[in-house]
């Protein structure tokens, strides 16, 4: 084990590490219950679909997997953004991190698609319990995953302007860590809400 | 201004590490997808589960960097996942999920 992270920069606490990262880890902590409750909800209420369609007709599961796959990918491309930072490569940390940005944008397009094809299979937002929790979680996942685009198109501009407050290696790692957390929901959310069969 | 870190050995693994995990993750992925067309018959759900679990753990530890980073991050992150997984368990035994 190593304790690095009170080397990268940033205000420290007591304890030594970043008050930053610290601060991140906290937050995200906080997110699984935020969306431990949306999950929780849609486990709840997947049978009840009303006069709507059941998750099994309109879900595609090919689609899907391959909107997995790229946001997974993703994960990697901002894992190498990340290492490039930390070794002060910036040419590197912005290819990263813009690819990582593009796989994104790719997914929540791939979410809009989705969402346009199941209004026109007759699940709509209010159409039934189901796809009202439905579109709940998967909205607010693919918002999560909209403002990590946002941060890493920001972080760009940012850093090619040079004005990062403090380190620039910790500030792509804080949007790291957020970008991999939204990633892991997703891991979760693929297996529970599309693979197993309501 | 401060000083940037540069080239720390000891901040995860190499990149040909990273892409090694990847490929194990994107491996498991494509797992996950068979068990969708393959009738695996009651080991269906907890193998479902297991590759979901690994592949959390994977990305939390190796990309996430919870593995080589101060423990008392993962306390704080661990803290949070475990008190909704309880949260919720109960949550949805109130409501006679489980049964």
Not at chain 1, 17 to 43: A, D, V
Not at chain 2, 4 to 9: A, L, Q
């Amino acid at each position: 084990m190593t304790s690095d992270s009170h080397t990268d920069g940033g205000a420290h606490s007591s304890t030594g590490l970043s008050n930053n990262k610290l601060g991140m880890w906290l937050f995200l902590g906080s997110e699984c219950l935020l969306f431990g409750g949306l999950i929780s909800t849609y486990m709840l209420y997947r049978g009840r679909v009303g006069a709507g369609p059941r998750p099994s007709q309109v879900f595609d599961i090919p689609f899907t997997s391959v909107s997995s796959f790229v946001l997974l990918m993703s994960s990697l491309t901002m894992v190498l953004a990340v290492s490039a930072a930390h070794k002060g490569d910036d040419r590197n940390t912005y290819l990263w991190v813009t690819v990582t940005a593009l796989l994104g944008a790719t997914f929540v397009g791939g979410q809009v698609y989705e969402f346009t094809a199941f209004y026109h299979e007759g699940m709509g937002f209010t159409t039934s319990l189901f796809s009202s929790s439905f579109f709940v979680l998967t909205g607010f996942h693919g918002v999560h995953v909209t403002v990590g685009i946002i941060m890493l198109m920001s972080i760009v501009g940012i850093m090619k302007r040079s004005k990062v407050p403090g380190s620039k290696a910790e500030t792509v790692e804080m949007i790291g860590l957020y970008w991999h957390f939204v990633d892991v929901v997703w891991i979760i959310i693929f297996t529970l809400i599309y693979l197993i069969p309501a | 201004m401060t000083t940037e870190t540069h080239s720390t050995p000891e901040h995860g693994m190499s990149n040909a590490g990273y892409v090694r995990i990847a490929a194990i993750l994107a491996a498991i992925t494509g797992l996950e997808v068979a068990t969708y067309y393959v009738d695996l018959g009651a080991l269906f759900l907890p193998a479902l589960l297991i590759m979901m679990a690994v592949k959390f753990i994977i990305v939390v530890s190796y990309f996430m960097h919870l593995k080589f980073d101060n423990k008392l991050f993962s306390w704080v992150f661990y803290a949070g996942l475990i008190l909704a997984l309880i949260v919720y368990s109960i949550f949805l035994a109130t409501f006679h999920f489980f049964s």
